[in-house]
C-alpha cells in the first residue's frame, strides 16, 4: 500500500479523535524517526515525552524481547517477580511506600483520585472533593476529565463526576479561599505540559504541600509527563523539596511499553484492601521488563546530570533565537520539557518544521513544546534550533 493509499484507510476506519499530520512513522533509533517515504526527521516529540531514552533502547529492546519468549501475563492473581522488583526500585528512589500498576496516565490519576476519595471518605470523615488547576491536564476518562480544569476537555461529556473544584495555577491565596470541610485532596502538576508549559514560582509547590498539612489533607503530584528524568531530577517535585502523598506516573515509564503507576506512603495507601481497585494489565511481567530496563538506565550515575547539562545548552540556543526573533515571546521550562511562547499562532510553524525535518509538538495554540528523548545529543540540538530559526525567522 502506498502511503497515500494507508493514510486514506486511516481516516476511514480510524474514529476521528485526532488531528493527524500527513506523515506514517516507520522506523526510529536514538532521536531521529523515518517515514514510509524514507525521509529522515529529528523528533523532538518522543512520542510526547515518552521515549526518554530514545527511540528502540537497544537495552529496553533485549529486556523486552528476552521477556516476551519466557512469559507476557499472568495476571494479579499471581506475585509476579518483575513487578515486585521494580516497585521496590521506584520506592528505593521516591517518597513513596507502595505502588500501584496499570497502562496509562489516565488509569494512574484515576486510581489516585479514587485513593484520595477512599482515604477521605474513611479516614477524613467523608471529606471527598478534589481541588485541581485551572490549564491542567489529568487524561481522558471521565473522572480525569472532570479533574482536568480546562472547559474544551469537558464540553459535550456532561454530566461529569463530581467532587471537583478549579483554582488558577501557581496561586497560593485561590487555593487557600477554596478549600473547605469536603476537600480530601488537591491535585498538581509540578509543571504544567498540556497547558503550555507553565512553571510555577519557586516555593508554590511548598506552599501547597503546607496548605495540605495544615488541612490534614492529600496532596497528589501528577508527575505524567514531569517525572522520570524529564525535568532533569527523577521527579520534579525534587526541585522544590517537596513530596508529595501521592504521585502519578506513566508517559516514560517504560519508554513506548504502555505502563501507569501510582505510588503513594503506606499510611494513604493503606485506604485500598484487596477488592478496592484492580487492572487487568497492570504491572504485567512484560511491561515492567521495559520498565525496569528504562529505570536502570535513567538512575544510572551521571544520566540526570547529563540531561541538565543538554538542557543548558538548549535552553541557551532558545534564548538566543527569543534576542534575535521578535516572534519568540518567551522561552520557558526544565530540563528536556521546555516551551517557546509565541507572538503568533504555532500551528503553521510546526508545520514548516517537519517539512525540514524536525518533529515539534504544541502546548495550546501559541507555545512551541520540546520533549527530545534525554538522551538528545548537542549536534541534534543544534541542528533543531537551525531549523527552529530559520523557519521562525521566515514568519
Ligand atoms: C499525558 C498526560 C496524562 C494522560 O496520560 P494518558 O497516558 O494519555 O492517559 C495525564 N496527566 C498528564 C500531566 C499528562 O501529561
Redesign the pocket.
Known amino acids: 500500500m502506498t502511503t497515500q493509499e494507508l493514510m486514506a484507510l486511516g481516516e476511514r476506519v480510524i474514529m476521528g479523535t485526532y488531528r493527524r499530520f500527513p506523515v506514517v512513522l516507520a522506523r526510529g533509533e536514538g532521536s531521529r524517526v523515518w517515514d514510509t517515504e524514507g525521509k529522515e526527521y529529528l523528533d523532538f516529540v518522543g512520542g ?2 515518552v521515549c526518554a531514552l530514545g527511540h528502540c533502547h537497544p537495552a529496553v529492546a533485549e529486556a523486552v524481547s528476552r521477556q516476551v519468549s519466557l512469559l507476557c501475563h499472568v495476571s494479579n492473581l499471581y506475585h509476579i517477580e518483575n513487578q515486585i522488583l521494580y516497585a521496590a526500585m521506584l520506592i528505593k528512589r521516591s517518597f513513596a511506600d507502595q505502588v500501584f500498576f496499570c497502562n ?4 494512574a ?1 484515576e486510581a489516585a483520585i479514587k485513593l484520595a476519595r477512599k482515604y477521605g471518605n474513611e479516614r477524613l470523615g467523608g471529606r471527598h472533593e478534589i481541588i485541581t488547576m485551572k490549564g491542567s ?4 476518562t471521565l473522572a ?1 476529565v472532570a479533574a482536568t480544569g480546562q472547559e474544551k476537555f469537558h464540553k459535550g461529556f456532561q454530566p461529569l463526576p463530581a467532587g471537583f473544584r478549579y483554582v488558577p495555577f501557581n496561586d497560593l491565596d485561590a487555593l487557600k479561599e477554596a478549600v473547605n470541610d469536603k476537600t480530601c485532596a488537591v491535585m498538581v ?1 509540578p509543571i504544567q ?2 497547558g503550555g508549559v507553565n512553571v510555577p514560582d519557586g516555593g508554590y509547590l511548598a506552599g501547597v504541600r503546607a496548605l495540605c498539612d495544615e488541612q490534614g489533607i492529600l496532596m497528589i503530584l ?1 508527575e ?3 517525572g522520570m528524568g524529564r525535568t532533569g531530577t527523577m521527579f520534579a517535585h525534587e526541585y522544590e523539596g517537596v513530596t508529595p502523598h501521592i504521585m ?1 506516573l ?2 516514560a515509564l517504560g519508554n513506548g511499553f504502555p505502563l ?1 503507576a501510582m505510588l503513594a506512603t503506606s499510611d494513604v495507601a493503606s485506604a485500598f484492601e484487596p477488592g478496592s481497585h484492580a487492572s487487568t494489565f497492570g504491572g504485567n511481567p512484560l511491561a515492567m521488563a521495559a520498565a525496569r530496563a528504562t529505570l536502570e538506565i535513567i538512575a544510572a550515575e551521571g544520566f540526570l546530570e547529563g540531561v541538565r547539562e543538554r538542557s543548558s545548552y538548549f535552553l541557551e540556543g532558545l534564548r538566543e533565537l527569543q534576542r534575535r526573533l521578535p516572534v519568540v515571546k518567551e522561552v520557558r521550562g526544565r530540563g528536556m520539557l521546555l516551551g517557546v511562547e509565541l507572538n503568533a499562532e504555532g500551528a503553521e510553524i510546526i508545520d514548516r518544521c517537519r517539512e525540514k525535518g524536525l518533529l515539534i509538538a504544541s502546548a495550546g495554540p501559541r507555545v512551541l513544546r520540546f520533549v527530545p528523548p534525554l538522551i538528545v545529543t548537542r549536534g541534534e540540538m543544534d541542528r533543531a534550533l537551525e531549523i527552529l530559526g530559520e523557519v521562525l525567522a521566515a514568519t
Request: glycine share 14%; charged share 25%.
Open positions: 510526547i515525552a496509562s496516565g489516565a488509569e490519576n491536564f489529568h487524561g481522558r480525569t502538576e505540559a498540556e501528577d505524567v509527563q514531569t502519578t506513566a508517559k501507569g
